[in-house]
């Protein structure tokens, strides 16, 4: 490291003498574990070093050491290098020992996995990001396994959306309540990307550019796709799907119908791994059976809204994406928690279902009306039906705007408007890791 030593100090110095800046504090807080590295995971842009920063300015700089691997400072040192800077330089620097270390873009260093058990046995508190691009979040698990702890990082929530406008709404008044929802509206539609919620920019071309570095980046770089036709296909096919029942099936005979030449080994692969891009969840279909549920068919989702592209008529669809990426940010706190959706042999189906160990403790219907008029048998005779079969009394319907209790044949059925169960059901900080 002789030829950059000089160069290491400059940027351990610049990150002492830096100030922390006004972030917007999310949801998902960091904690540590003896032993073990707390590994951040998520799509591209939703945040990851931002939170790295939030931690950072929680803890105080002071002990804290901060390696970019991005940085023109430390890019291209070795693991040995590294370790140099946190045991030697950073004390020779900062005149403080080094107590927890801050691994930004993990994956451009090689034998990270060396590094990061070296820094473990050695006491210290180990947090690190990696792109999805080029570090999956399995990899992370398999190359620490044991050794690690991984926390979810998702775009804005709807809680983390108003904190970022600066919205206060007064929820007791019937003009705030006609705020939030119209704050709703655009989250609805834009998603909560922070670079879009923070800036003035152009969100319809700034998500544009997201779906083609994600497809780009994410997808045919990461996955070394041999034909990007049908890649591209593929990807945009499962985007327009969201919050739909998809099968491999329906892809290849949409492949066909388009005249795109593929191979069917190609397409079940691409399928499989569009949720290394950590954009595209899918969702198994309920069954008693373990085998059954990993099947397919599955239901897929979007890491944000802003990803879909908005057609007229889909807010109900746009509703319930906004939905399970929020019941996948309460699995933070509540990690026993696993989600389906139900569809029994008539076709009758209910949105999610949330079981905790054995038993089925709630069951959830999304639906765009804003009356009690407009909810009907469609969305009821299916919840109902479920309830009795699975054995659950916690039946709820997320409206736009309707809110109220009713009993059927015994069975209580709760309506809670969108917004409300948004800000009701925020996780809670502090108790968001994916063991």
């Not at 698990?141 to 983390?160: D, H, I, K, M």
């Not at 009394?393 to 309707?402: I, Q």
């Amino acid at each position: 490291m002789d030829m950059k030593t000089e160069l290491v100090r400059d940027y351990i110095a610049h990150y002492l003498r830096g100030k922390d800046q006004a972030l917007v504090p999310r949801e998902t807080a960091l904690s540590s574990t003896k032993g073990k590295a707390s590994t951040v995971i998520g799509p591209r842009r939703a945040g990851k070093t931002s939170l790295m920063m939030e931690e950072i300015a929680r803890r105080g700089r002071r002990d804290s050491v901060y390696l970019d691997f991005e940085d023109i400072a430390i890019k291209g040192l070795s693991a040995t290098d590294c370790l140099r800077i946190v045991t030697e330089l950073f004390t020779e620097v900062s005149g403080n020992k080094a107590v927890r270390v801050f691994l930004d873009e993990i994956q451009n260093l090689y034998d990270w996995q060396s590094f990061v058990r070296t820094l473990l046995d050695r006491g210290y508190e180990v947090y690190a990001t990696g792109s999805s691009s080029r570090l999956l979040s399995r990899e992370l698990a398999t190359q620490l396994r044991g050794r690690s702890r991984q926390f979810l990082l998702l775009p804005f929530s709807f809680s983390e959306y108003l904190l970022a406008t600066g919205s206060e709404v007064d929820t007791d008044s019937l003009s705030g309540i006609g705020k939030l929802k119209n704050l709703l509206s655009t989250y609805l539609e834009y998603g909560g990307y922070p670079e879009i919620v923070l800036g003035k920019n152009d969100a319809g071309r700034l998500l544009g550019e997201y779906r083609e570095l994600i497809f780009l980046k994410d997808f045919v770089e990461r996955e070394k796709a041999k034909s990007i036709e049908v890649a591209r296909f593929v990807f945009n096919f499962v985007t327009q799907c969201f919050a739909g029942e998809i099968t491999v099936r329906r892809v290849i005979a949409a492949l066909k119908a388009g005249g795109v030449p593929f191979g069917s080994n190609t397409v079940y692969d691409y399928v499989e791994k569009l949720q290394d891009t950590m954009v595209f969840f899918f969702l198994g279909r309920y069954s008693p059976k373990v085998s059954m549920r990993s099947g397919w068919p599955k239901k897929v989702y979007l890491a944000d809204n802003g990803l879909a592209w908005r057609l007229q008529g889909d807010k109900g669809r746009l509703m319930e994406n906004l939905a399970f990426l929020q019941l996948k940010r309460r699995q933070l706190s509540e990690p026993a928690e696993e989600l389906y959706y139900y569809r029994d042999g008539r076709g009758h189906e209910v949105d999610f279902v949330v079981k905790r160990g054995a038993d089925v403790k709630e069951l959830l219907q999304v639906t765009y009306v804003s009356d009690r008029n407009g909810i009907t048998g469609r969305e009821l005779e299916p919840l109902l039906d479920a309830g009795r079969k699975l054995r659950c009394g916690d039946l709820k319907v997320v409206t736009w705007d309707y809110e109220g209790k009713e009993k059927f044949s015994g069975q209580n059925v709760s309506f809670v408007p969108l917004w409300k169960w948004l800000l009701k059901d925020a996780p809670r900080k502090g108790r968001d890791a994916l063991r």
